[in-house]
């Protein structure tokens, strides 16, 4: 885990797990994280979602949500948690008007492009 400084510092992780589970917990940040290796199964939202390699996980400053190993290898990921002013200001500069943060749809993405160019993104 490592501090970003920016003009909104956030924090990054880059960790692998093998049988570590995340009881269930919020962060006051949002998480995105992007799942390179192995299995993880999240609880969020009432349902169990298992991601794989190349699955983008979001989670909303408050959600409850858990993380465990689906399967005997763990796995490894990158999360970062940018506050919500990071995501008011990128949603505003989209929109071209002021707003409220937004509120990501999805616990889990699965779509390559998106995902080749966050894997970009999160390398060290």
Do not use: K
């Not at 298992?50 to 005997?72: A, F």
């Not at 763990?74 to 506050?83: A, F």
């Not at 200001?89 to 008007?97: D, E, M, W």
């Amino acid at each position: 885990m490592r501090r970003v400084d920016a003009l909104h510092p956030f924090d990054l992780l880059h960790a692998q797990f093998v049988s570590h589970r995340f009881a269930p917990h919020a962060h006051e940040t949002y998480a995105i994280g992007l799942c390179r290796e192995g299995r993880v199964a999240v609880r969020h939202g009432g349902a169990r979602h298992v991601m794989g390699p190349g699955d983008i996980l979001l989670v909303n400053p408050g959600e409850l949500h858990t993380g465990e190993p689906d399967g005997p290898v763990g796995w490894t990921y990158t999360m970062i948690y940018p506050g919500v002013e990071i995501l008011r200001g990128v949603a505003n500069a989209l929109r071209q008007r002021s707003g409220s943060a937004p509120i990501l749809p999805a616990p889990m993405i699965r779509d390559p492009l998106f995902v080749t160019r966050a894997a970009a993104m999160l390398r060290n």
